[in-house]
Each structure stands twice: as structure tokens, then as C-alpha cells.
């Protein structure tokens, strides 16, 4: 079954206790993609890999990162958390084919509260 | 920048009736216009994807149309149910550096 895989689903940490999200996707999709979504302000881009070893920032990058040194695998970092980080998490994949791209697929979300 | 406006927010409607869902784009750089379902605490569910290319795609009851020129796009939702209530989103894939870009989405409610 094609999907994509996000841990952990929820998550309550410290403020600057590191973290990693996971994200893994079974459809070997070049692109892959992290975003929040907020009350009020809706889904935002966080980063995104247009392939392997590609990385870029989206629209709210600061106080992540992301690394993406395998095709199915792009964990979201967090090197020091703070509440207003608390979100929920979804990750997602898609893939480019002749000029376009595919549809995304997302993952279940994970909803990380930092106190 | 992309910027992706959803109108209505909200909409409730009584059962069976047809409706349309609007998205406005700025940049008509895009890969793709996508629709989506959210439920309530849940993931995204992919509801109909349009290539730049393309006019229209319908599945089912939906049909969801794509005019670049005017930075457009509609979700149509014929005899609407119950269970279709939900948060819409749309979203452009951009082909300037590759980002993607969310409306608000609107929050729909059907009457039984």
C-alpha cells in the first residue's frame, strides 16, 4: 500500500530537549516535503527536498532542520524546541514526471506539544 | 510570493444540494492545483489533482476546474451528503523553486 509514514503520532517534550520527527514514504516520490498547521494560520511549508541530498527552505524555516541522505527518508529536526513549536506535523511525497508532478500524499500528522 | 485564498471560509448547506468551492491564486507558475478533504484532527485526504495543463478532473460527485489565466480554481460538489462535511483545502504546487502553497480552506457542513 502506498503511503506515508510519520513518528511518532504525538509527542510532549521540554523546551530544548533535541527531537527528530520521522518520515518515510514507500513510492520512491523525488519530492518530499514538511509543513505545520496552525489555528488560524493554516498549512505552512516548512522545508522541502526536490531529491536526494536537496534540501530548501519553505516559508516558516527557523528553528528546523532536515537532512535527506536516502530517497524514502526525511526526518524533521528540532535541535532545540520551544513552545512555539507546538503543532501539528504532516509530512508528504510526490513525485515529478515530464515537466509536472504527481499527486502528494501525506502522512497522519504528528502533534508535538512543547511545554 | 504564492498566495492561495479559499472563499467562502464556512459554508453549511442542507443535504443534496450542489455546491462550489472557490481557490484564487496570484502566480500561475504551477505544477499542479490539488483539493483536499481534513477531518478534524486527521491527515489530508487527496481529493482531485489537476495538472497545469489541464481544465478539469472529476471522481464521483466532484468535479474540480482549473482556469491558469485568471489564477482559479473551483470544487464542485454535486448532492451534497452528510458526510462530506469537512475542511476543503486547496493547494498550488509552484514551479518557482519548487514550493507549495495552502489556502485556509473552507469548512463545510451538511445538513441532514
Known amino acids: 500500500e502506498a503511503q506515508v509514514t510519520q513518528n511518532p503520532r504525538y509527542l510532549i517534550t521540554v523546551t530544548g530537549k533535541k527531537l527528530t520527527v520521522t518520515c518515510s514514504q514507500n513510492?520512491?516520490?523525488?519530492?518530499m516535503s514538511w509543513y505545520r498547521q496552525d489555528p488560524g494560520l493554516g498549512l505552512r511549508q516548512i522545508y522541502y527536498?526536490?531529491?536526494?541530498?536537496?534540501?530548501d527552505k519553505g516559508d516558516v524555516p527557523e528553528g528546523y532542520k532536515v537532512s535527506r541522505k536516502e530517497k524514502r527518508n526525511f526526518p524533521l529536526i528540532l535541535e532545540s524546541p520551544s513552545p512555539n513549536q507546538t503543532s501539528l506535523y504532516f509530512c508528504?511525497?510526490?513525485?515529478?514526471?515530464?515537466?509536472?508532478?504527481?499527486?502528494?500524499?501525506f502522512g497522519q500528522g504528528t502533534r508535538l506539544t512543547v511545554v | 510570493k504564492q498566495e492561495v485564498t479559499q472563499i467562502p471560509a464556512a459554508l453549511s448547506v442542507p443535504e443534496g444540494e450542489n455546491l462550489v468551492l472557490n481557490c484564487s491564486f496570484t502566480?500561475?507558475?504551477?505544477?499542479?492545483l490539488q483539493w483536499f478533504r481534513q477531518d478534524p484532527g486527521k491527515g489530508l485526504t487527496s481529493l482531485l489533482l489537476?495538472?497545469?495543463?489541464?481544465r478539469e478532473q472529476t471522481s464521483g460527485r466532484l468535479n474540480a476546474s482549473l482556469d491558469k489565466s485568471s489564477g482559479r480554481s473551483t470544487l464542485y460538489i454535486a448532492a451534497s451528503q452528510p458526510g462530506d462535511s469537512a475542511t476543503y483545502l486547496c493547494a498550488s504546487h509552484n514551479t518557482n523553486a519548487g514550493k507549495s502553497t495552502f489556502g485556509d480552506g473552507t469548512t463545510l457542513t451538511v445538513k441532514p
Open positions: 502566480d500561475s507558475a504551477i505544477y499542479n
Open positions: 513510492m520512491n516520490h523525488e519530492y
Open positions: 508528504a511525497s510526490s513525485s515529478y514526471l515530464g515537466g509536472s508532478s504527481t499527486e502528494a500524499f
Open positions: 489537476i495538472q497545469s495543463s489541464q
Open positions: 527536498s526536490m531529491n536526494v541530498e536537496v534540501t
